[in-house]
């Protein structure tokens, strides 16, 4: 397994496995892919990550800036997205770890992420990568009329922000 930047080339399959994820109605409130000029304008450019298996997109992880505020500029939100044929194969572990490594290097100090309580892989993830579960937002959204809860979990940098 092979972590890489994110290109534009990657994004035919980033965009497949988000479509896989948003099927699983567990993943995300959104019912369909944005474009890739839409996708690449809301992603920070330089926190993108691609796992490769033989050449191979496996998964895919990036961050969203919370606030275009510039006290929340070391504040962001986490996507971790796992092809359904390599789940449970510790490609979303390498894609956080990497996403939280670089993203200390580039002095954001608050990861986080907000999780439907059914996914429980992904809660799990985000525990053993130094989450921890901070709120709970009941009925933050509705899909297909029912209303979703979400666990809203966050990581504090140890290192970045401290100056």
Known sequence: ???????????????????????TKNATLQTGAPSWEEWDREHLSSLRF???ID??????????????RCVYAGVNEVSVYV????RGKGVGA???AQLISD???????TLQSGIFPENK??????EKNGFRTVGYRE????????WRDVVLMERRSSIAGQE
């Open 1 to 23: 397994m092979e972590i890489i930047e994110m290109t534009p080339d990657h994004w035919e399959s980033v965009r497949d496995i988000y479509l896989q994820g948003i099927a």
């Open 50 to 52: 691609v796992s490769l």
């Open 55 to 68: 050449n191979v997109v496996a998964g895919w992880a990036a961050l969203t800036p919370v606030s275009g």
């Open 83 to 86: 092809h359904e044929d390599y």
């Open 94 to 96: 390498q894609l956080l």
């Open 103 to 109: 993203s200390e290097k580039q002095n954001i100090w």
């Open 121 to 126: 892989a992904s809660i799990a993830l985000h």
């Open 139 to 146: 009925k933050i959204g509705k899909m297909e009329g029912t």
